[in-house]
C-alpha cells in the first residue's frame, strides 16, 4: 500500500486506463504487455471493428455541435484539458486526465453550472458489463484529478433504427445514464488501480480461467495455452465455460477422457464420436429443409 501510494504520488510514469483494465482481467496479461509483448498486425476482423468504432464516435459528435476536440496526446493533452475546463461551461472530445498514477480518456465531457457529464462512445447495440467497468476507471481517474463528475452516460448503436431520408442521430444512438452503477463501483475500481500497480517484475503466477476471455480477448492465450491439446474439452459445441474448467480442474482434457456418464447434448455426442472415431454425420432431412 505504501508503495503504491508513493508511486503515484512522485513516479512521471502514467499507466493508460486499457493497461489497468487489462491488469485488471489477468496480472500475466498486464506483465506480458510491460515486459515480453506480443508484435503482431491486428486481425482483418479486428480492423474492421477499430474502423465502425470509429465511425460511430464521429456520429456521437454530431449530438454534441458546440464541441471542441483536444488536440494533444498524454501529458500535453492533461495539460490541455486542464486548461479548457477552466472555461464556465463546454464540451471536449477526447479529453485526457491523469489522476492516481492513471491516464485516461473520455471520448465526451461536457459542463456547465449543473456540473460535469461524461460520455462513453460504443459501437454495439447495447450495454455490455465492460462497459460499467472503463467508465468507472475513468471516473476514478478524473475524481483523483480533481474533476468532480457528477454524471456519466454510455452512448450506444439503437439496432431497431431504420434510416428513412437524412440520417437522424437522435434515433440512431442511445443515451443510456450509467451513473448510479459507476458510483458503487469506485471502491472496488480503486484497489484495482492498486493491485495492477503492485504488479513487480517476476512474472505471476495465474492458471488459464475464464478471465483469459472475459471481458476481452487475450492475444497471449498462444502462450498460456500451449499445453492444451487439440481438440479438448474446450471445443465442445455449446458446453458453458464454466464447466470446461471444471473437467479441466479435474483432469478431464481430451475427449477420450470425458466419463461416460458426463451429461452432453446429442449434438455434443456426435461431435465427440466423429472427432474418435471419423463418423460423419449429415442430416439430409434439415439441409433438404
Not at 19 to 41: A, N, S, V
Not at 235 to 263: C, N, S, T, Y
Request: proline share 6%; hydrophobic share 40%.
Amino acid at each position: 500500500m505504501i508503495r503504491s501510494f508513493f508511486y503515484r504520488l512522485f513516479s512521471k510514469k502514467r499507466i493508460e486506463a486499457p493497461g489497468i483494465l487489462k491488469g485488471m482481467q489477468c496480472p500475466k496479461r498486464y506483465w506480458f504487455e510491460t515486459h515480453d509483448p506480443l508484435h503482431h498486425e491486428a486481425a482483418s476482423d479486428e480492423r474492421l471493428k477499430m474502423m465502425m468504432r470509429t465511425q460511430v464516435k464521429e456520429a456521437a459528435k454530431g449530438l454534441f455541435p458546440e464541441g471542441v476536440a483536444v488536440t494533444k496526446e498524454g501529458k500535453a493533452g492533461a495539460d490541455e484539458t486542464k486548461q479548457r475546463l477552466r472555461a464556465p461551461s463546454g464540451v471536449l472530445f477526447n479529453a485526457v486526465f491523469e489522476g492516481e498514477g492513471v491516464r485516461a480518456v473520455s471520448d465526451v465531457v461536457a459542463w456547465d453550472d449543473e456540473g460535469v457529464r461524461i460520455y462513453q462512445v460504443k459501437s454495439s447495440s447495447g450495454i455490455k458489463e465492460s462497459y460499467y467497468t472503463e467508465s468507472a476507471l475513468l471516473w476514478q481517474v478524473m475524481r483523483a484529478a480533481g474533476v468532480k463528475v457528477n454524471k456519466a452516460f454510455v452512448i450506444y448503436l439503437n439496432n431497431r433504427y431504420e434510416r428513412n431520408g437524412e440520417l437522424d442521430l437522435f434515433s440512431l444512438l442511445e443515451v443510456k445514464p450509467i451513473t448510479q452503477v459507476l458510483r458503487r463501483r469506485q471502491d472496488a475500481i480503486r484497489q484495482g488501480i492498486l493491485r495492477v500497480q503492485r504488479i513487480g517484475a517476476a512474472m505471476p503466477e495465474i492458471a488459464i480461467g475464464p478471465q483469459c476471455n472475459d471481458p476481452y480477448p487475450c492475444d497471449y492465450r498462444i502462450r498460456c495455452w500451449a499445453h492444451v491439446p487439440t481438440p479438448s474439452v474446450f471445443d465442445l459445441h455449446k458446453l458453458p465455460g464454466k464447466k470446461k474448467f471444471e473437467l479441466f480442474r479435474q483432469g478431464i482434457v481430451r475427449f477420450e477422457e470425458i466419463p461416460a456418464d458426463f451429461p452432453l447434448r446429442p449434438e455434443q455426442t456426435r461431435q465427440i464420436e466423429a472427432e474418435l472415431r471419423g463418423r460423419e454425420f449429415i442430416d439430409a432431412p434439415a439441409i433438404a429443409a
